[in-house]
């Protein structure tokens, strides 16, 4: 069930998708409930380590911060620019797209 | 000190900042030391929840995100794109710029 909805969101956003993995280091799909990872491009310990500190802990915390500021606001995008590379951080309801470029 | 080091800031960005603040709503500057907020265009009330919720908890969260990922990285600048807005974050040693825009 899971993995058909996100084939369908991958498949409609298919010109972004491939736009954006054209210059990226690498991807990693994971699953909000369980918080395991359903897809990724990385070894387990950086998919595990990007999953449980930034789809885990730093979404909550950024959709938490967004909704106290205005109740009638929420989280839609991340965008996490670092000295070495940029995450990308799509947080859909039933899974949370971490993209490295 | 510190106002000087702002102005130090604000002055060699003149061309982004004036560009960035052209499609802004408004903007906080905030003392990371003491947490309070240096200057800003809102009310005391969302100058200080943006301080509180952004610079103070979401910033700390995803340096430490990036750090644990790599301990040689480091966090850069922050988006958070919401359904109605964006928060730009540019987190300085002394102080922290969320734009709204």
Redesign the interface.
């Known amino acids: 069930m899971l993995t058909i909805q996100l084939e369908n969101v991958v498949r409609k956003n298919a010109e972004n998708t491939e736009r954006i993995m054209r210059n990226a280091i690498g991807y990693v799909v994971s699953n909000n409930a369980l918080g395991t990872v359903i897809q990724s491009t990385f070894d387990n310990s950086?998919s595990g380590?990007?999953t449980k500190?930034?789809s885990g802990?730093?979404v909550p915390?950024?959709r938490?911060?967004?909704r106290?500021?205005?109740t009638?606001?929420?989280?839609?995008?991340?965008?996490?620019?670092?000295?070495?590379f940029e995450?990308l951080v799509a947080p859909e309801k039933e899974f949370t797209i971490v993209v490295m470029q």
Chains 1, 2 share one sequence.
């Open positions: 950086t380590g990007i500190l930034i802990v730093l915390t950024a938490s911060a967004v106290d500021l205005d009638t606001n929420d989280l839609a995008f991340l965008r996490i620019a670092t000295r070495k995450y």
